[in-house]
């Protein structure tokens, strides 16, 4: 495929490809880290976006929902103490695992750009941090990816659930993209990149839990 001219990956500003023109949206590919990402002009407003989250229907009693999140659950009550100070980044309406693990006597901070947009929980560093369906919301991953390390304690961890596009997946079938708000792909060559780049020690990357380890 042929580069596209003056477009760069909004991860690490390498050059990208036309990679899809599903749902007669673009979407481009990176060279480098091969993120994959949803162009701009496609890409929603903050008010629609907003919008858009509203709609979610995220109860946290309910039981498929806290099924989803034990992955996240279960990794930090085997890998930290309640004491550990931990951080929601992107908690939405709903923390169904902060709920959780607050039940567990664990200490937890919320954070959402859009529903706890406070700036105290940004001026502190945490033990762990958790994404949970949260990175592929972000239009800025590269500013997104540097604040969540600078937030990292030394031999902390960031864990990340998303749904990671794998070569087995045809992106024009793909469900996980068709949510507007979904703008950023993560490839595990995406990931092992993140994790090279901002000096990360390891990236275990499983089908149901991605975890950073600085």
């Known amino acids: 495929m042929i580069p596209t001219k003056h477009l760069t990956c909004p991860l690490c500003d390498g050059k990208v490809f036309l990679y899809s023109e599903a749902l007669n949206r673009r979407y481009y590919k990176c060279s480098n880290c091969d993120g994959v ?4 002009e496609f890409q929603l407003t903050p008010q629609e976006e907003k919008q858009r989250y509203l ?26 103490k309640p004491i550990d100070n931990g951080l929601d980044f992107g908690c939405g309406t709903g923390p169904v695992i902060a709920k959780l693990l607050k039940e567990k006597g664990y200490n937890l901070t919320l954070y959402d750009p859009y529903f706890k947009a406070l700036n105290k929980p940004l001026k502190r560093n945490y033990a762990y941090i958790f994404c949970c369906e949260v990175i592929e919301h972000f239009n800025s991953p590269k500013n997104e990816f540097t604040l969540l390390h600078n937030l990292l304690k030394e031999d902390a961890k960031l864990y990340c659930k998303t749904g990671l596009l794998k070569d087995s997946i045809n992106f024009e079938n793909w469900w996980y993209k068709n949510d507007k708000t979904h703008v950023f792909f993560y490839t595990p060559t995406t990931l092992k990149w993140i994790a090279s780049h901002y000096n990360f020690k390891s990236v275990d990357i499983t089908s149901k839990l991605i975890t950073f380890t600085t």
């Open 37 to 40: 990402h949803l162009s701009k």
């Open 55 to 80: 709609e979610h229907d995220n109860d946290v009693n309910d039981k498929g929902y806290q099924d989803f999140v034990q992955p996240i659950v279960n990794a930090v009550i085997r890998d930290f």
